[in-house]
């Protein structure tokens, strides 16, 4: 027996085993350069060290133009199940909510600091009192505050001219309901003028106080009727929003530019471990194809020779 036909089909078969098992490890081997004498040795470091960066910026290029276009996040964020799974998540919040003891000043306490949730509260009140106070003390406001008061004192003057105290006044001075008109609409000005920005102040602030104080399920309670409308307002909201902003906040984002940095972020070892466990699998088989086609090859060899 020609013991070729035994011992070509092994030897091909290892030779093709070890050529794509090494070919396979030079993707990620070695990690830098190797020199002999001062002479870098080909193919070092491996092809993946090697060509990172350009790796690295057409796989961003992929995601961003190919993989995630604007289109297809549109697609996704308008899509049927997308929408019923905002439904879903807003029907829970909205189940939470009606058993929900917490207060409008809890949920901004759980969802920002509490350095920042004052500093939100103090614009919003400073904002409303300058607001409120620049509108009351207008001339034209003052104006039509002086002329509603003393319109109304001079009405009840005159409903009351029958009683005998003011028939007195008014037989002593006929001009008494002009001077008592004319004091306190002095008393009006003075008191918007001097003291409303103090009052305005103490206002605008137990009202938030009361507002910061309602809980969340007297709200859902108030709204229950209404909830249905409300929460298909909302989705809509949304999917007008996505529609017509996708492609400002896509551009904001930038995808390809994303992908890239975070490619580059990697250590080539993590590089290798993601690639690995995508498709350790398919490496393998061409392992074990090199093989194969180096036992078939040593079958045929001493038949041709």
Same mark, same amino acid.
Do not use: C
């Given at each position: ?115 920042? *949730? &004052? !500093? ?8 409303? =009192?300058?607001? +409120?106070?620049?509108? @009351?003390?207008?001339? #034209? ?117 994303? *992908? &890239? !940095? ?8 993590? =590089?290798?471990? +993601?690639?690995?466990? @995508?498709?350790?699998? #398919? ?23």
């Amino acid at each position: 027996m020609n013991l070729a036909y035994i011992t070509a089909p092994l030897v091909g078969a290892l030779i093709g085993y070890i050529t794509n098992f090494i070919a396979i490890k030079m993707l990620f081997r070695p990690l830098k350069p190797k020199y002999i004498r001062g002479l870098k040795i080909p193919f070092t470091p491996g092809i993946i060290p090697r060509e990172k960066a350009r790796l690295a910026r057409s796989i961003g290029t992929a995601v961003g133009e190919k993989l995630l276009t604007d289109e297809i996040i549109i697609d996704t964020l308008t899509s049927p199940h997308f929408q019923k799974k905002i439904e879903e998540f807003v029907d829970q919040k909205i189940a939470e909510f009606e058993n929900d003891n917490k207060t409008l000043g809890d949920i901004s306490q759980d969802l920002l600091d509490a350095g920042d *949730v &004052e !500093k939100i509260l103090s614009y919003v009140r400073n904002n409303a =009192v300058d607001f +409120l106070h620049q509108k @009351i003390t207008s001339p #034209e406001v003052v104006e039509k505050l002086t002329l509603y008061i003393s319109g109304s004192l001079e009405k009840y003057m005159e409903t009351q001219l029958n009683h005998p105290l003011i028939k007195m006044a008014l037989s002593f001075n006929k001009n008494i309901v002009d001077s008592i008109k004319d004091v306190i609409t002095d008393k009006i000005k003075e008191l918007v003028f001097s003291n409303s920005h103090t009052i305005i102040e103490l206002l605008v602030e137990d009202e938030m106080d009361k507002i910061l104080n309602v809980e969340i399920n007297q709200i859902s309670r108030q709204l229950e009727d209404k909830l249905p409308q409300i929460k298909n307002a909302a989705i809509n909201a949304f999917m007008k929003l996505v529609r017509k902003n996708v492609h400002t906040i896509t551009a904001m984002i930038d995808i390809p530019s994303i *992908v &890239e !940095k975070r490619i580059n972020d990697f250590d080539v070892i993590e =590089v290798e471990q +993601l690639v690995l466990s @995508i498709i350790d699998k #398919e490496l393998k088989a061409i392992i074990w194809l090199g093989a194969l086609l180096g036992l078939i090859m040593g079958f045929l060899m001493p038949l041709f020779s």
